[in-house]
């Protein structure tokens, strides 16, 4: 299985971004959670969001919790995040992540992109 995270970018305080998720194969269309992360340079890897299999639940991290919005759609392999009201400390890059439970712990996640680059200056 292959991810690939795109839709990052150079943005300003207060913009918005969607960032997409593509699968290389069926993962989506199985009991997998789709996740994302970020990790901003020196800092440790942080969960921002993640939707089950089926759409009905979502979960997200405090730090960007109300200005992002996860979705999926299972017939094009494809996850979404969302970001309105980007700050300067939303700078960092994005990975998408799928896992066979429903989880906020990147131990947890199985397979990863290779990410995609946020960078919102102020």
């Known amino acids: 299985v292959q991810l690939q995270a795109s839709g990052g970018g150079l943005v300003q305080a207060g913009d918005s971004l969607r960032l997409s998720c593509a699968a290389s194969?069926?993962?989506?269309?199985?009991?997998?959670?789709v996740g994302w992360f970020r990790q901003a340079p020196g800092k440790e890897r942080e969960f921002v969001a993640a939707i089950a299999w089926n759409r009905l639940s979502t979960l997200y991290g405090n730090s960007m919790k109300g200005r992002v919005t996860i979705s999926r759609d299972n017939a094009k392999n494809t996850g979404y995040l969302q970001m309105n009201s980007l700050k300067s400390e939303d700078t960092a890059v994005y990975h998408c992540?799928?896992?066979?439970?429903?989880?906020?712990?990147?131990?947890?996640?199985?397979?990863w992109g290779q990410g995609t680059l946020v960078t919102v200056s102020s």
């Open positions: 194969s069926g993962t989506f269309s199985s009991s997998y959670t």
């Open positions: 992540a799928t896992s066979r439970v429903y989880s906020t712990s990147a131990a947890q996640f199985d397979y």
